[in-house]
């Protein structure tokens, strides 16, 4: 097994930043150095490796833990596969995906999970590790996810839009909730109303409005709010802890903010895309354009001021983690399903190669700090998941997933360099103030300042433990 030691950086965490060198020996971190102490110098100078670090941040590895490589969606599949979006997460700077398996009316949870388990094994670029969809609450399934746990997953998605597709009832996400709360596991929720919604689209279309610009119009902050607030009640009268995924309406982060203050184990995850783009510009751009930027939750309102409020609730701690949910789908063939008809774009934005530079502007913007930074991408999505220890932290005995950031780098952002399997980038003419240099996957170089050096397979799977996320 190799030594490397990453030199002459500063070892950035949740807590704090301080000048130290990285010794790594074979998958694992072995050792923080004080630069230049002389015994441990000595061990150092016997490194096989060096990684000059100097003026630029050494940070954890960075983990995506809401990821849909090939997802069935609307009749098509996610356009990255697990080999195609691994390897641009490694490009990005992540070196942990957590993905969805996905469960569905009618079908066996451990079958699917199967299915997602072959789908992955033995083409990724990064570690991964799997939440699994609940789409079809019954006694099967809640005795499935009771299995899972023991199995590394131990997180559920369920889902109170998408009437008929995935769509559980108040009572089945009590019982799943109850489940949850036996077990240990975590619940996750996609809190819009969407019986409602299905109505006003019904309506929308009948009126003619057909571009995608009506995809957020007909899904209205007042269906995000209510339904987070339902799952918040919900989860108060079951005790189980309840993540809400890519959280868009700064209302319903006032709802997880009230839940949190009141001393509930509530949190809230955004995305990239509702702290930067907004239903005017995006979504409102013309023609057939806006489909581009179709996901749910939508887009918000800038005039209406949801993005600086998301800024906020990162800083007050209210957003725990930001993640993408990165589920590409290219114009062409995909999101053209929808021309005529905005409810048959397939849902989603691809952005798994971008969060820790996107996020990463923040900090340079004065939204965020550093440290926040670190937080919200790499160390408090462990805590979360059932990862830390291993996962997110630079810390002897972990992991060597440690990525070296130039602050004084420059991304730019495009299609024409992107490595995701897309034909368009969400995120197109972007400028970011920062560069990641060098990404390792235990103790391995994937990625450094000639491109990505690592190998489909090189991931492995995580079976992830419970939850740490007590406020
Ligand atoms: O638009 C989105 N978010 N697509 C992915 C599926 C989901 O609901 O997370
Ligand atoms: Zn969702
Ligand atoms: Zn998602
Ligand atoms: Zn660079």
Redesign the pocket.
């Given at each position: 097994m190799s030594t490397t030691l990453i030199r002459g950086g500063t070892v950035v965490s949740s807590t704090g930043s301080s000048l130290q060198d990285v010794l790594v020996d074979g998958e694992r971190i072995v050792a923080l150095l004080a630069p230049g102490t002389s015994v441990l110098g000595d061990v150092a100078a016997g490194a096989a490796q060096v990684i000059d670090a100097t003026g630029k941040y050494v940070i954890p590895g960075g983990i995506d833990a809401?990821t849909?490589m090939e997802?069935p969606?609307g009749g098509t599949f996610?356009s990255d596969t697990f080999e195609t979006g691994s390897r641009a997460a490694a490009w990005g700077g992540t070196t942990t995906i957590v993905d969805?398996a996905v469960q569905t009316y009618g079908q066996s949870v451990q079958d699917q999970l199967a299915v997602w388990h072959e789908k992955a094994a033995g083409n990724c670029a990064v570690d991964y590790a799997f939440h699994q969809i609940i789409g079809d609450v019954n006694d099967e399934s809640l005795k499935a996810m009771d299995e899972l746990i023991g199995e590394g997953v131990t997180s559920f998605?369920l889902?109170m839009?998408?009437p008929g597709v995935?769509l559980s009832s108040d009572g089945q996400i009590v019982r799943a909730m109850q489940t949850a709360a036996g077990n240990g596991g975590l619940i996750m929720m996609?809190a819009e109303n969407g019986s409602a919604i299905d109505v006003l689209v019904q309506q929308a279309l009948a009126r003619g409005e057909t571009d995608p610009y009506y995809h957020g119009v007909t899904r209205p902050w007042q269906t995000e709010q209510e339904a987070t607030h339902r799952a918040v009640m919900l989860a108060d009268i079951t005790g189980a802890p309840l993540y809400v995924?890519?959280v868009s309406a700064k209302q319903a982060l006032a709802r997880i903010a009230e839940a949190r203050n009141a001393g509930m184990n509530v949190f809230g995850e955004t995305c990239p895309q509702y702290l930067y783009l907004s239903l005017e510009e995006q979504l409102g751009a013309p023609g057939f354009e806006g489909a581009k930027w179709?996901?749910?939750?939508p887009l918000r309102s800038r005039a209406e001021g949801h993005q600086d409020e998301l800024w906020k609730y990162i800083r007050t701690g209210d957003v725990t983690t930001v993640s993408t949910?990165h589920?590409p789908f290219c114009m062409k063939d995909q999101k053209e399903l929808g021309i005529g008809d905005f409810s048959k774009i397939?849902?989603?934005?691809g952005s798994v190669e971008h969060r820790m530079d996107l996020l990463f502007q923040g900090v340079k913007d004065g939204k965020i700090s550093l440290e926040k930074w670190v937080d919200v991408c790499c160390t408090t999505p462990a805590r979360m998941f059932g990862l830390y220890g291993p996962k997110g932290v630079i810390a002897p005995g972990a992991d060597a997933d440690i990525v070296v950031y130039d602050p004084n780098g420059h991304t730019s952002i495009s299609v024409d360099t992107h490595h995701m399997n897309m034909d368009y980038s969400a995120w197109e003419g972007y400028e970011i103030d920062g560069h990641v240099d060098v990404v390792l996957s235990r103790g391995t170089v994937i990625k450094d300042e000639s491109g990505y050096v690592g190998t489909k397979g090189h991931g492995r799977f995580v079976k992830r433990a419970l939850s740490q996320n007590l406020l």
């Open positions: 809401h849909h997802l969606f996610a969805f998605k889902f839009a998408y995935f996609h995924v890519h179709v996901c749910s939750t949910d589920c397939p849902n989603g934005i």
